[in-house]
């Protein structure tokens, strides 16, 4: 497989598995979140694959309705509705009120979903971490299309200044050869 070919196939497996992942983040919150990761720099996994992880939160002074137990219960059920599967619902122990649930849509290239309901006196987060399933192919080649320049040192700096998203907008995989996220269309331009 080309270099282009590879970046082409990652490319597409990047966006099912955000177009997944940010299908959840409108059932909890239908506004902007905070960037933990975005989710297209590849890492290695297994001997020769790659995957993508990304994290994602809702923003200060925020509030979930009701208890976290009553919104991990909630999204625990659209999850299962939804064709995702292996979901598991954990509490803490003693006075901690965090909600975990944790789920995979391995056909959308979602190794494992986690959502942290966190309840605070000011305001309550929500943190989404996902782990893309690995994916065939070399992660260092990968990584230099993804960021041209990376292997020789001599990548531009990213000017990418983006610290929140809609869920429903365009996504980018990628940087130019500038330092720009590369953002697609329909057509794969």
């Not at 923003?59 to 939804?82: S, Y």
Request: net charge negative; hydrophobic share 30%; charged share 25%.
């Amino acid at each position: 497989m080309s270099g282009e070919e590879s970046f082409d196939q990652a490319r597409e497996v990047n966006f099912a598995y955000k177009a997944a992942v940010a299908d959840v983040q409108v059932q909890l919150f239908e506004g902007e979140w905070t960037l933990e990761g975005y989710g297209d720099s590849p890492d290695q996994c297994g001997d020769d694959g790659y995957m993508f992880r990304l994290g994602r939160s809702t923003p200060f002074e925020w509030r979930f309705e009701g208890t976290p137990a009553e919104a991990g219960k909630r999204i625990a059920a659209w999850l299962d509705e939804n064709g995702w599967s292996d979901i598991k619902t954990r509490t803490y122990s003693g006075d901690v009120d965090n909600v975990l649930v944790e789920a995979e849509k391995p056909d959308s290239h979602v190794a494992l979903l986690t959502i942290d309901f966190n309840p605070g006196q000011r305001s309550d987060m929500i943190t989404i971490n996902a782990d893309s399933t690995c994916g065939p192919g070399d992660w260092d080649n990968l990584i230099e299309s993804v960021m041209p320049g990376i292997s020789t040192g001599e990548a531009p700096p990213v000017q990418d200044e983006r610290t929140t998203e809609h869920p429903g907008d365009a996504l980018s995989f990628g940087y130019t050869a500038e330092g720009m996220p590369r953002f697609w269309d329909d057509e794969g331009q």
